[in-house]
């Protein structure tokens, strides 16, 4: 825990940290928890948790984590039960977005378990936060996925699953040890989303044109 006021420089850094998280939260739940939680069990000179929230780097946690890890990185790789999946994670991301913004924030350091300095303090502020924006992250994939599976007959499902699942690895990592870079990071994910939706709404448009046309074009 931070034994002197954060300075702007330090806010902002803890904020980018925060987000990053979210948003790798947002891909895949489960992936940021491990990250931070590991990260404070076993490099805390990288990353230690305020106090409060060192719950998280327990080792049955820890273990449950990784379970629901492997379970989500099987079921998100299958089609149509991908979708299914993404319902039920439309809980799970934000709460777990907000776990990991609220455990980087120095907000969350005044006794996270006596819920009356909790709100009193606004501690709540960040944890809101970062549910936020993983919601908004988890929307963006839930749009996608379903219209790149359609456009590609389901085969897009393991390929998209494997690139969010790296891209929340790497947001993950680049939020704890280079911050900075988060927001470069973001606008490529935007950019890479949107490229993805567009290819696959160009290839179902060109799959519900009447077989006429395309011989036309033929």
Sequence with gaps: ??????????????????????AAAGMNAYIPLLVVGVANRFFPDVMALPE???????????????????????????????????????????TAGGLVFGSSSTASTVAVTDPAAFFASNQWVPIVVGAVIALVVHAGKTTLRPAANLATAGAAAPVVSTIEDVGAVGMSLLAIVAPLLVLLALALLGLLGWSIWRSARRRRNADLRPATDRLAET
């Design 1 to 22: 825990m931070r034994r002197h006021p954060p300075q702007d420089g330090e806010t902002m850094l803890e904020f980018l940290t925060g987000s990053g998280l979210a």
């Design 52 to 94: 409060g929230w060192d719950w998280l780097s327990n080792g049955w946690v820890l273990g449950i984590v990784a379970v629901l890890l492997v379970v989500e990185l099987v079921a998100d790789k299958i089609p149509a039960v991908d979708s299914v999946n993404d319902v039920i994670q439309t809980i799970v991301r934000p």
